[in-house]
């Protein structure tokens, strides 16, 4: 079908969003995106190398550029400078690559995101002219507030990042796919193909993950499970679900020329 992910202008055919990070080397990494059928994948600037330790191996051997759209995010950034400071240094790296994720963190143990240092740095960077995909709390209205300064899409959290727990409020996120006119991709907290299943059936744009992929047993094969999951998700959504009928079964075979009728 004719369904692509539009972002920044540009069209992508697949709607799962892959990070390169957990991984035992470049070669499962390399391996386990190929499976996923990603085009953008997510660089920790500050623990993947991308060409700042030249004497090390880089990711951009393994993925390269001309292959794959590259998103640099601010994993591990607890402020709005920081984060700044680090999408600056990822432009610099990527010879003017204007496309990033923002992430600004709260704590150490939750690793929620700190709004009012997201919403600070997010002003920032549009007005330096990146174009910012955003992580942010399940909140409508702080969602909105994130639309309104420039940023390109949104991406509030489904549950807590690596926790696995799945899609933990629901209504949340329909009610911020509803006002939303930029895409709504989940975030932090998938753990498994269903969960991707059920992120893509109430509407979402696409689906991030990480650590659902490299943090299984299999992470090859969990990659092609996740990218069949948003795949299928996707086209339930679009195909519009049965209503639902509460004390009330419906037989799914005719009736008509049974004995009797």
């Not at 920044?8 to 035992?24: I, Q």
């Not at 991709?185 to 059936?201: K, Y």
Request: aromatic share 4%.
């Amino acid at each position: 079908m004719n369904d692509p992910l539009l972002i920044a202008g540009r069209e992508y055919h697949s709607r799962l969003l892959v990070g390169t990070g957990k991984y035992k080397d470049f070669d499962e990494t390399r391996r386990a995106i190929d499976a996923s059928g990603a085009q953008i994948v997510t660089v920790a600037v500050r623990r993947v190398n991308i060409g700042q330790n030249a004497n090390e191996p880089s990711l951009l051997d393994a993925l390269p550029l001309k292959d794959f759209t590259y998103l640099p995010n601010t994993a591990g950034c607890f402020t709005a400078d920081d984060a700044v400071r680090t999408l600056r240094l990822a432009r610099e790296l990527l010879d003017g690559h204007d496309l990033v994720k923002l992430e600004v963190l709260g704590d150490q143990t939750t690793l929620f995101p700190n709004m009012p240092e997201t919403l600070k740095a997010a002003e920032t960077l549009v007005k330096d002219g990146f174009k910012v995909m955003v992580y942010c709390s399940d909140d409508p209205i702080q969602a909105r507030m994130l639309e309104d300064i420039g940023c390109v899409a949104v991406m509030p959290l489904a549950s807590l990042i690596g926790s696995g727990m799945g899609i933990l409020n629901p209504w949340n996120l329909k009610l911020i796919i509803e006002q939303a006119k930029v895409p709504v991709i989940v975030d932090a907290g998938v753990g498994t193909a269903s969960d991707a299943a059920i992120a893509m059936e109430l509407g979402c744009d696409g689906v991030l993950m990480n650590t659902a992929i490299a943090a299984a047993k299999d992470p090859v094969l969990m990659a092609g499970a996740m990218k069949k999951a948003v795949e299928a998700g996707r086209e339930a959504f679009r195909a519009g679900r049965m209503p639902r009928k509460l004390y009330a079964a419906t037989p799914s075979s005719p009736t008509d020329g049974l004995i009797g009728r």
